[in-house]
C-alpha cells in the first residue's frame, strides 16, 4: 500500500489534464490577454490540447514551464491547426523548460519573430519514427536573433531543429535523434552551430540554400565541436520532400551554399557520406528560380576528426544507386564527397576557381576525398585532393544576443 500512494503524485502529474477539461482555453487566453514585458507560467503535469496554441504582436513575453518532461503539452488527436505553438509578428520571445509532443504539424513555430530563444525545449513525436509525424520540430523560420540551447528534437519527418530564411544564429548544446534530418541550417545567414549531438538520423546536419524561397542566399555559417555520428536511420520522409533524397548515413551535407566553416567536429560512424558538399544539380530536380545560386562556395573543411566502420554505404535512394553502379566505393568510402560542379563564372583568366570561392579540406584526422565529377556522369571519379589542399580566411564569429 505504502508503494503504491508513493506513486499517486506521479500519475497525478502525467494525467492532470483530464481534470482540466478548460485547458486549450484557459492557455490560450492566456497569450492572448499576455501584456508586453509578462512571463507566462505554465503548470506541471501533462496537458491535452485540441488544436494550436498561438502568440501573435507581442513583444518581451516569456513563456515557461516547469521543465523538460515536466511540463509537457500533448497534441496527440489534434484535430484544429498544424502547429502546437505558434509564435509570429513578435519580439524579444522566449520559450523555456517545457515539451511538446505529436503535434499533427510542427511542433513549435516562429515567424517573422525578432528575437527568439528556445531554451531547454523538447519537441517530440512519439512511438516509431513516421511520415505521418510533422515536418519540423524547432522551426524559427524568416526571424532575427535565434538561440537554441539545451533542445532535444526526437521524430521529426524532415528536421528536427530546423532554421530557415533567418539571420543571427546559434544553436548550441542540443541533441537531434530519430529525425529525417537532425538539424538544417537553411538560405540563412550568420550562424553558429556547436557543441551539440546529432546522433541516430537519417542525416545528421544540413546547410543547405534552396530555389523559391524568400530569402534566396545564406552563408557564413559555422559548425563546429559537434558529435555527429551514427546518423544512419532509414529514411522516413514523406515522398516529395527535398530531405526525401537524403541518404541514410550521412554525416554533414553542405548543399548549394556559401561560406561554411567546418571545424573542430567528431564525424564518426556514418556509414555513407561523412561529409558531402554538392551543388543543387545533384538533387536532379528543376531549378525555375531565375535568383537562385545552385553551387557551392567557399567551403572550409578542417581540424575535424572522421571515422567510419568498414561496411557498404546505402543501397537506397539516388545515392544508393549511385554506390553502387557509378561509384563502386565497395566498403571504402572516402570520408568527404564533393560533386566536382564548379561554377564557370568562379574561374579566373587562368581557369583557377578564385581564393575565396574555392573548397578547401585541410588538416582532418583520417582525411579522405573524392571528388565525384558528376558534371560528367561520374566517369572520372578522383581521390586526388592536391587542388583543395587550401585555406580560406576564418568566418567571423556571429553576434545572437539572447534574452
Same mark, same amino acid.
Given at each position: 500500500?505504502?508503494?503504491?500512494?508513493?506513486?499517486?503524485?506521479?500519475?497525478?502529474?502525467?494525467?492532470?489534464?483530464?481534470?482540466?477539461?478548460?485547458?486549450?482555453?484557459?492557455?490560450?487566453?492566456?497569450?492572448?490577454?499576455?501584456?508586453?514585458?509578462?512571463?507566462?507560467?505554465?503548470?506541471?503535469?501533462?496537458?491535452?490540447?485540441?488544436?494550436?496554441?498561438?502568440?501573435?504582436?507581442?513583444?518581451?513575453?516569456?513563456?515557461?514551464?516547469?521543465?523538460?518532461?515536466?511540463?509537457?503539452?500533448?497534441?496527440k488527436?489534434?484535430?484544429?491547426?498544424?502547429?502546437?505553438?505558434?509564435?509570429?509578428?513578435?519580439?524579444?520571445?522566449?520559450?523555456?523548460?517545457?515539451?511538446?509532443?505529436?503535434?499533427?504539424?510542427?511542433?513549435?513555430?516562429?515567424?517573422?519573430?525578432?528575437?527568439?530563444?528556445?531554451?531547454?525545449?523538447?519537441?517530440?513525436?512519439?512511438?516509431?519514427?513516421?511520415?505521418?509525424?510533422?515536418?519540423?520540430?524547432?522551426?524559427?523560420?524568416?526571424?532575427?536573433?535565434?538561440?537554441i540551447?539545451?533542445?532535444?528534437?526526437?521524430?521529426?519527418?524532415?528536421?528536427?531543429?530546423?532554421?530557415?530564411?533567418?539571420?543571427?544564429?546559434?544553436?548550441?548544446?542540443?541533441?537531434?535523434?530519430?529525425?529525417?534530418?537532425?538539424?538544417?541550417?537553411?538560405?540563412?545567414?550568420?550562424?553558429?552551430?556547436?557543441?551539440?549531438?546529432?546522433?541516430?538520423?537519417?542525416?545528421?546536419?544540413?546547410? !543547405?540554400?534552396?530555389?523559391?524561397?524568400?530569402?534566396? &542566399?545564406?552563408?557564413?555559417?559555422?559548425?563546429?565541436?559537434?558529435? #555527429? =555520428? @551514427? %546518423?544512419?536511420?532509414?529514411?522516413?520522409?514523406?515522398?516529395?520532400?527535398?530531405?526525401?533524397?537524403?541518404?541514410?548515413?550521412t554525416?554533414?551535407?553542405?548543399?548549394?551554399?556559401?561560406q561554411?566553416?567546418?571545424?573542430d567536429?567528431?564525424?564518426?560512424?556514418?556509414?555513407?557520406?561523412?561529409?558531402?558538399?554538392?551543388?543543387? !544539380?545533384?538533387?536532379?530536380?528543376?531549378?525555375?528560380? &531565375?535568383?537562385?545560386?545552385?553551387?557551392?562556395?567557399?567551403?572550409? #573543411? =578542417? @581540424? %575535424?576528426?572522421?571515422?567510419?566502420?568498414?561496411?557498404?554505404?546505402?543501397?537506397?535512394?539516388?545515392?544508393?544507386?549511385?554506390?553502387?553502379?557509378?561509384?563502386?566505393?565497395?566498403?571504402?568510402?572516402?570520408?568527404?564527397?564533393?560533386?566536382?560542379?564548379?561554377?564557370?563564372?568562379?574561374?579566373?583568366?587562368?581557369g583557377?576557381?578564385?581564393?575565396?570561392?574555392?573548397?578547401?579540406?585541410?588538416?582532418?584526422?583520417?582525411?579522405?576525398?573524392?571528388?565525384?565529377?558528376?558534371e560528367?556522369d561520374?566517369?572520372?571519379?578522383?581521390?586526388?585532393?592536391?587542388?583543395?589542399?587550401?585555406?580560406?580566411?576564418?568566418?567571423?564569429?556571429?553576434?545572437?544576443?539572447?534574452?
Amino acid at each position: 500500500m505504502k508503494r503504491f500512494l508513493f506513486f499517486i503524485p506521479y500519475f497525478l502529474a502525467a494525467f492532470g489534464a483530464f481534470a482540466q477539461p478548460d485547458v486549450q482555453k484557459r492557455y490560450q487566453t492566456k497569450l492572448i490577454v499576455a501584456e508586453n514585458g509578462s512571463s507566462i507560467d505554465l503548470d506541471e503535469g501533462r496537458f491535452f490540447f485540441s488544436g494550436s496554441l498561438s502568440l501573435e504582436d507581442k513583444k518581451n513575453v516569456v513563456i515557461r514551464g516547469k521543465g523538460i518532461d515536466k511540463t509537457i503539452l500533448s497534441f496527440k488527436g489534434q484535430t484544429d491547426g498544424a502547429e502546437g505553438i505558434r509564435v509570429s509578428n513578435a519580439e524579444n520571445i522566449v520559450l523555456e523548460n517545457l515539451t511538446v509532443q505529436d503535434t499533427k504539424g510542427d511542433a513549435i513555430k516562429t515567424m517573422n519573430v525578432k528575437g527568439i530563444t528556445f531554451r531547454n525545449v523538447k519537441v517530440e513525436w512519439t512511438g516509431k519514427p513516421s511520415k505521418n509525424n510533422g515536418s519540423y520540430g524547432l522551426y524559427p523560420v524568416q526571424c532575427d536573433n535565434v538561440l537554441i540551447d539545451h533542445c532535444e528534437a526526437i521524430g521529426a519527418s524532415d528536421a528536427g531543429i530546423y532554421v530557415g530564411q533567418s539571420r543571427g544564429i546559434v544553436v548550441k548544446n542540443s541533441k537531434a535523434w530519430h529525425n529525417v534530418a537532425g538539424i538544417e541550417i537553411e538560405n540563412s545567414t550568420d550562424a553558429e552551430v556547436f557543441d551539440n549531438e546529432v546522433y541516430d538520423n537519417t542525416g545528421g546536419l544540413l546547410v !543547405f540554400d534552396l530555389p523559391d524561397l524568400v530569402q534566396k &542566399k545564406g552563408g557564413r555559417v559555422r559548425v563546429f565541436r559537434n558529435n #555527429i =555520428h @551514427d %546518423n544512419n536511420y532509414p529514411n522516413f520522409a514523406p515522398k516529395g520532400n527535398i530531405v526525401a533524397k537524403i541518404s541514410d548515413g550521412t554525416g554533414v551535407m553542405i548543399l548549394a551554399t556559401n561560406q561554411v566553416e567546418l571545424f573542430d567536429n567528431q564525424i564518426v560512424r556514418n556509414k555513407s557520406i561523412g561529409t558531402g558538399v554538392f551543388s543543387y !544539380f545533384v538533387t536532379e530536380n528543376p531549378i525555375n528560380d &531565375k535568383d537562385y545560386y545552385p553551387y557551392p562556395t567557399g567551403i572550409s #573543411i =578542417h @581540424d %575535424n576528426v572522421y571515422l567510419r566502420d568498414p561496411v557498404r554505404p546505402t543501397m537506397r535512394g539516388r545515392f544508393g544507386k549511385l554506390f553502387r553502379f557509378k561509384l563502386k566505393f565497395g566498403t571504402d568510402v572516402p570520408h568527404i564527397l564533393y560533386d566536382g560542379i564548379v561554377d564557370p563564372a568562379t574561374r579566373d583568366a587562368q581557369g583557377q576557381v578564385r581564393a575565396d570561392k574555392r573548397i578547401c579540406i585541410r588538416n582532418n584526422q583520417n582525411q579522405s576525398f573524392a571528388n565525384l565529377d558528376a558534371e560528367h556522369d561520374f566517369k572520372a571519379v578522383s581521390r586526388e585532393i592536391t587542388a583543395h589542399d587550401c585555406a580560406l580566411e576564418p568566418l567571423k564569429v556571429a553576434s545572437v544576443q539572447p534574452k
